[in-house]
């Protein structure tokens, strides 16, 4: 069962020998109880350059090539062009500039889907890695964090973690703050609107009332063409200003969405709705004597929200399956697995282990040299105790606030 794969029930696991020696590995672990602490922020600033590195081609051949065209088939300038492909590609559509050679409108059919689907998703992947992206909402706590301790000191924006799981559930219900989540949401439009106000106004000259008028059609890629950069200073700000403006806001409805669906899944009283879950699991197996496990239970309303479909958590089984391969091997002595396959058939709960990943550094020939394969439990200890936790040691420091992440991003 794919409960089993997920190692969410809490059965005995058997171990088995490594396949490159005939000594049992070590049945249990040695203690090590350094905590690792989550947090994820620790990778944003490796995972920006990253992207920026690898999508900047992307980018750099869009723009270079269309200008070299529109400057052969319609005689623009490298500013005209580069504002085109921009106003293109995001899909605001001003009108202001457009082919108007029978050569120029056919290449543009052909390169406005190209910028559409394959530079636009390029910008959007960069963007994910942004400040401005509710995946990393640390500057958004920060101002709430702040109105609450200059203005309301009644903790108005405060909030709980949900990720964390020491609360019970009526705790967590009562402590999220559901309007200071979705005004998060709002804070990274708000500030792109803002700014595209004080372009209209001290750059294109437009009055307060064109300039709220115009960063609205703008971020909302309406673009009806009645207001639009003239100059070439505020072009080249919309060249910049366009694809962030555009993918804020479509970042934060999509963030609004997700909060959305948390606060129903949150909210949501599953006790009495228990019957009906076993009652489709056992539907589903044919087995009336079917039980519902913590595993089945949350793909269950994953599904049931939309969050996830039937061939990516089929997808995710056979990852699952190719990562913990070595613990099909059988038991200690070295029996095939029942039926092919002791993950799925036999009932056992397999995990991934440190073990389980030695045994496919062993395999891969990635153990340090150092490591002695033929002590009698084929290196396993010495391995995990001066390669496994130190490596654990250094990665959980680097995830602790305050860790040396952005100083050291080779590490």
């Known amino acids: ?80 062009s580069v504002y085109f492909l921009t106003v293109m590609a995001t899909t605001v559509g001003y009108g202001d500039l457009t082919p108007t050679t029978d050569a120029g409108k056919l290449f543009t059919a052909v390169y406005a889907l190209i910028g559409i689907t394959t530079v636009f998703s390029t910008v959007a992947d960069i963007f994910r890695q942004n400040p401005l992206s509710t995946s990393d909402s640390m ?11 200059l203005y309301t000191r009644r903790e108005l924006f405060s909030d709980a973690d949900m990720s964390c799981d020491v609360v019970t559930l009526d705790e967590l219900r009562a402590r ?11 804070l990274g439009p ?38 639009s950069p003239q100059g070439v200073t505020g072009k080249l700000l919309s060249v910049l200003y366009l694809p962030v403006a555009v993918l804020v806001l479509a970042d934060a409805v999509a963030a609004a969405s997700r ?24 539907a589903r197996t044919g087995n009336a004597d079917e039980t519902l496990t913590e595993a089945e239970f949350l793909i269950s ?35 095939p697995p029942e039926r092919g396959s002791a993950v799925y058939s036999s009932g ?18 990635e153990v340090p040299r150092g490591v002695d394969l033929e002590a009698a439990d084929g ?10 936790v130190p490596r654990v040691r250094d990665e959980a420091s680097m995830r602790r606030p305050g860790g040396n992440a952005a100083q050291n991003p080779e590490s």
């Open 1 to 80: 069962m794919l409960v089993g794969a997920l190692g969410l029930v809490h059965r005995p696991v058997h171990t088995h020998r490594p396949v490159h020696t005939a000594f049992p590995i070590l049945l249990r672990q040695p203690e090590y109880t350094e905590p690792v602490a989550p947090g994820p922020r620790a990778e944003l600033p490796r995972a920006r350059a990253t992207a920026v590195t690898e999508k900047a081609p992307v980018l750099l051949t869009y723009f270079s090539f269309g200008c070299v065209a529109y400057n052969w088939l319609e005689g623009w300038s490298p500013v005209d």
């Open 139 to 149: 500057w958004q706590d920060g101002v709430l964090t702040a109105i609450d301790n």
């Open 176 to 186: 999220v703050n559901w309007p200071r989540r979705f005004l998060s949401c709002l």
């Open 190 to 227: 708000l500030l792109l609107f803002a700014i595209g106000i004080v372009i209209g106004v001290s750059v294109e000259g437009f009055d307060v009332i064109n300039s709220v008028y115009w960063s609205a059609i703008t971020m909302s890629t309406i673009g009806f063409g009645d207001a």
């Open 259 to 282: 909060v959305a669906v948390q606060r129903q899944i949150l909210e949501t009283s599953y006790e009495t709705r228990s019957e009906a879950l076993l009652r489709q699991e056992a």
């Open 301 to 335: 309303v994953l599904t049931e929200y939309s969050l996830v479909d039937a061939e990516t958590i089929n997808s995710i089984r056979q990852q699952f399956k190719s990562v913990v391969r070595y613990a099909e091997v059988g038991a200690v002595d070295g029996t």
């Open 348 to 365: 056992r709960a397999i995990m991934l282990t440190n073990e389980l990943v030695f045994r496919e550094a062993v395999q891969r020939g």
């Open 379 to 388: 290196g396993y200890a010495q391995w995990y105790n001066e390669c496994w």
